[in-house]
């Protein structure tokens, strides 16, 4: 091996975003045609249903997921984008949603018994306080289902909203 090899060998940085980590979203890229059904209000067991596209795709090397949805409803047409991110010094997935209603949503997690699971920040109003998760379940190669949790005051997590993805051919 010559001294320039063993110099760029010995100094060469490894690769960004290679860690096992990093991939543990792939299930979700592709595109894919989504069913919703959204809960009227918390306390209530009425659903609205609407339809929905999404394309997840891996970004920057690799190293960032991006999502853009759009839904027919319920109610009025809605679209938004998300940009999810491993963060190796916080052993944790931070993802970043923000929505043509004016939504702006912080969420942070990762695998959980399985299950991939991003949390919200807790919100206290009203002297109660609320906590917001994502959940994707029974993931397999050409659908899953992903939910909108709420929790209050530590009381079991509730759905809000449940979408079911269908990969597009």
Known sequence: MSILALLVAVFASPK???APEHRQFDFWLGDW???LRVRTAPDKEEWQEATATQKIESILGGCSISE???ADGPGTPWAGKSYSMWQPAQKQWRQTWVDD???YIALS???EDGVMTLYGEPVTRNGKTTRMRMVFLDVKKDT???EWQRQADGKPWQPMMVIDYKRRR
Do not use: E
Request: proline share 6%; hydrophobic share 35%; glycine share 16%.
């Open 16 to 18: 960004p975003c290679t």
């Open 33 to 35: 045609d989504l069913k």
């Open 68 to 70: 853009n949805f759009a």
């Open 101 to 103: 209603q004016g939504s």
């Open 109 to 111: 997690g990762g695998i």
């Open 144 to 146: 899953l289902r992903w």
